[in-house]
């Protein structure tokens, strides 16, 4: 019989491995993507609900829990199961709201701390007579919202070592109904799946059975409400079913339409329920069978690791491939825009338009101060154009990639005002420290024949910037200053140019990958989780 391995080292890989598995992220919207957020989910469930703490605390109760479709019948079986209301039926759909986890009253202490499921806050109802009207079972909330519930009943006819827990309907209306029943179910030792005889062949059963079935969970199928003039042909044909998907060996228990369930609201006969209570109580109370039980479904959850991790890894793998052709496409762009832009600041691109004709009219009819704002202006507009000009280059790169249409990708500031103010702010600074480059040089001079600051910096700008055409103003600045002034004048403002291009270009770039930078996709998640895999599998 194979039995639990519970060796520390084996946990401690295994605390490790679900680690790495809560750390995975995959916010690029890849085809992949919602598969493998949903299969790092359901595997958290697993590990966090049953896996861990069943490993922890072998000796803890099995815990059955009844799942279904809504109508299936799930809380009037637990009810029956129990031998009074515990759970609240009815034709009102989705009736179970509030899961019910019910134990004899030894077994309260393993439920009521966080030993499983610790994100449900527990709910305990004082014990009423069985006709009584059940309450306490709607959701509590607090101040961030609806608060999830497991209330937690204790009643002497449950055997002592097995806990029943009546799901939320998987295919719920309510989103959070169905997410809290896939969580239940994650932490069960036993699966009870419930169906009835007019939607035994839905597909969402099906799909609980063949999820069953992957991570090889100990399971139990109960066909409820079965019209006693068709017991025969429907249980032959859902046997059937269940042997073509590989099934055929899995306890299959027939529960009669009866009076009683018609609406919801009483108890089957205990007769009716008898051979699943029998096979539930054997299993709780018989070592072998309890083993068998428990070992069958940690053991497939383990197995299925060989398979679920690695795809988590390779879906890891594609994000941040994504992310890296993402980031290059920003790289490229800028990388291209800022070579032009120093070209365009070689040839003296800056003195055009409205700044040349400034310097054309200077000193006659246009003063220092006019002729920089000129190009402090002409510089911040040809700085804006290269930022403008990357962005539609990333743009047009980023429509061919699908990881583009993240949300928080698509709602970055696109406003031109915004990187037009960023740009202005950035040049304004510039041409003050070049007029304190251009004071320092001039209080170096005889007061007698100390130019004008302002006319210096105005003349030491338009020869950085103007090319050939600004030739004439280094001339002019040399005899103001002096030819060594001048040149030390020139040298300063151009390594303050080339700084402050730089700090531009790499700010707009960062700004374009900060959503991206944001969504934190790293290249460590596929190599952790194989190697954290590795480590489980050795110490298996």
């Known amino acids: 019989m194979v039995t639990l391995d519970v060796r520390p080292q084996l946990l401690e890989a295994l605390s490790a491995l679900r680690d790495r598995v809560a750390a995975a992220r995959f916010p690029l919207p890849l085809d992949g993507a919602p598969r493998a957020r949903a299969n790092r989910d359901e595997l958290l469930a697993q590990l966090d609900d049953y896996l861990v703490p069943r490993l922890r605390e072998p000796d803890a109760p099995l815990l059955a829990v009844v799942g279904g479709s809504t109508g299936a019948g799930k809380s009037t079986l637990v009810n029956s199961l129990v031998g009074r209301r515990v759970s609240e039926a009815g034709v009102l759909r989705p009736t179970t709201r509030t899961p019910v986890l019910v134990c004899h009253p030894d077994d309260h202490h393993w439920f009521s701390g966080t030993r499983i499921l610790p994100d449900l806050s527990r709910a305990w109802v004082p014990r009423q007579d069985p006709g009584a009207s059940l309450t306490g079972d709607e959701p509590q909330t607090h101040e961030d919202g609806p608060t999830r519930v497991l209330r937690i009943e204790t009643v002497e006819t449950v055997p002592p070592g097995l806990a029943l827990l009546d799901a939320p309907d998987i295919d719920s209306l309510i989103a959070d109904n169905r997410s809290l029943a896939a969580e239940l179910i994650c932490a069960a030792d036993i699966w009870v799946m419930v169906t009835t005889a007019a939607r035994y062949a839905d597909a969402i059963p099906w799909h ?36 073509k998907a590989g099934l055929g060996d899995v306890p299959r228990f027939t529960v009669p339409e009866l009076p009683e369930s018609a609406w919801g609201g009483g108890l089957l006969p205990a007769t009716a329920v008898a051979p699943l209570r029998t096979w539930l109580v054997h299993h709780a109370q018989d070592p072998a069978a309890r083993q068998h039980a428990m070992s069958r479904t940690a053991h497939g959850l383990l197995d299925s690791l060989k398979v679920r991790m690695p795809e988590l890894a390779g879906a890891a793998a594609a994000q941040y491939a994504a992310a890296l052709r993402l980031t290059a496409a920003v790289d490229s762009a800028y990388d291209g825009e800022y070579a032009r832009v120093r070209g365009r600041l ?14 054309r009219a200077y000193p006659l009819d246009c003063t220092a101060g006019e002729l920089l704002d000129a190009l402090v202006e002409s510089l911040a507009a040809l700085l804006l154009c290269a ?18 249409d993240a949300p928080s990708l698509a709602d970055r500031d696109t406003s031109i005002e915004s990187a037009e103010h960023r740009i202005g702010l950035a040049v304004r600074r510039w041409r003050r420290e070049l007029e304190e480059y251009a004071d320092e040089e001039v209080r170096g001079l005889d007061r007698s024949v100390a130019p004008d600051p302002e006319v210096v910096a105005a003349l030491a700008a338009t020869g950085l910037l103007g090319g050939r055409r600004g030739r004439s103003a280094g001339e002019g600045l040399a005899e103001r200053i002096g030819a060594h002034g001048a040149l030390r004048l020139r040298d300063r403002a151009g390594r303050l140019l080339a700084d402050y291009l730089d700090r531009v270009m790499h700010a707009e ?5 900060a ?3 944001a969504l934190e996709v790293q290249p460590d998640p596929q190599a952790e989780l194989i190697a954290a895999l590795s480590v489980l599998l050795k110490e298996r």
């Open 208 to 243: 609980l059975l063949r999820t069953a079935k992957e991570y090889d969970a100990t399971l139990v199928t109960v066909l409820d409400r079965v019209p006693h003039q068709v017991v025969s042909e429907v249980s032959r044909q859902y046997g059937a079913l269940l042997t």
């Open 346 to 359: 070689q040839a003296g691109a800056v003195l055009a338009g409205d700044a040349l004709k400034r310097w």
């Open 387 to 404: 930022v403008t000009a990357a962005d539609e280059r990333i743009d047009d790169a980023w429509r061919r990639e699908p990881a583009a």
């Open 509 to 513: 770039r960062e700004r374009r990958l």
């Open 515 to 517: 959503p991206l930078d």
